[in-house]
């Protein structure tokens, strides 16, 4: 009898440590939902974030990224935000998201002066830590897909930066459900990261966005 309660304690155990991402992911969603907008309804601020994805080999945004920098571009020109931050990955020599996403903003009529990029944006988590401490922000507007959005807005918000978001979603992603499972497991990784509240692996001097 002994033997078969461990032996259930034990799967019950499994059990939650198993359902415990999905259970805290809902929660994030539930919480943060609140604080996603469209282009049209969402509050003016100095500064939009746009987090990076992935680029092609000759520099073409892969689609994901495109919808994001359109949507960025869309509150740019509406005035709601007066400068872009695009935060991406340039660890490697030949590949480097934050120049081709400020190319691509700069061929849709955004003034270069007021696009800054943030090479050193490799996870959500860097691009939260150097919003704060790099380009030291109080506030912004956070541009990805819905599907990222809560697990970046807790991100910032428990960083220091208020936030909301816009959700860049005018079409579906082959990918999808890839995107998906990913993210329940990063929602998960993203409260380790804010309880350590470790710095970002590159920080640098400091550049207020003025």
């Given amino acids: 009898m002994r033997k078969r309660k461990l032996l259930l304690y034990g799967f019950l155990l499994g059990l939650a440590l198993v359902l415990l991402p999905f259970v805290w992911r809902k929660g994030v969603q539930w919480v ?84 800054q990029p943030d090479f050193a944006g490799r996870r959500t988590y860097d691009t939260c830590y150097r ?29 220091g930066v208020e936030v909301v978001g816009v959700a860049s979603d005018p079409q579906l992603y082959r990918d999808a459900g890839w995107y998906e499972a990913r993210e329940t497991v990063a929602t998960a990784v993203a409260l380790w990261d804010v309880i350590q509240k470790q710095p970002a692996p590159v920080l640098g001097d400091p550049i207020p966005i003025e």
């Fill in 32 to 115: 943060y939902g609140r604080s996603i907008y469209t282009v049209e309804d969402v509050p003016a601020d100095k500064v939009a974030i746009v987090f990076g994805a992935a680029i092609y080999g000759n520099g073409r945004l892969s689609p994901i990224l495109r919808d994001r920098m359109d949507t960025a571009v869309q509150l740019y020109q509406a005035g709601t935000v007066q400068k872009i931050i695009v935060s991406g990955d340039n660890r490697f020599e030949d590949y480097d998201e934050p120049t081709a996403m400020m190319a691509y903003a700069i061929e849709q009529g955004v003034a270069a002066e007021d696009i």
């Fill in 131 to 159: 919003a704060r401490e790099i380009f030291q922000l109080e506030s912004a507007i956070l541009v990805t897909q819905r599907f990222h959005l809560p697990r970046a807005l807790f991100t910032c918000q428990q960083l």
